[in-house]
């Protein structure tokens, strides 16, 4: 079952043209999973809501964007994404904010 998944997923990668600043397919391909991993891990985690923070990869750098309810938040998502394998380093730009009260 897996192996289909990840046919189906790798499938719609075929024909993508590699976004300015990447070298090769092959790197768009790492990105991509390293984007997938990241947001699994953040879907996994009951502190960081996954769904208010945007992940984007680009030579094994994570971007990650959106907001957040609190500084732990943002600082547990920026430890999720350091801790992916192959992860060059993380640019945390999530914005703290408050929630409506």
Not at 31 to 57: F, Y
Request: hydrophobic share 45%.
């Amino acid at each position: 079952m897996a192996t289909a998944v990840l046919a189906l997923a790798l499938g719609g990668l075929q024909g993508c043209a590699v976004t300015s600043g990447q070298s090769s397919v092959g790197q768009y391909v790492d990105d991509a999973t390293i984007t997938t991993r990241v947001k699994a891990r953040m879907a996994e985690d009951p502190t960081v809501a996954a769904m208010r923070i945007k992940v984007e990869t680009l030579k094994g750098e994570v971007q990650l964007s959106g907001f957040a309810t609190s500084q732990a938040e943002k600082d547990k998502a920026g430890a999720i994404a350091a801790a992916v394998p192959d992860v060059k380093g993380v640019r945390n730009s999530i914005v703290v904010s408050k929630p409506d009260q």
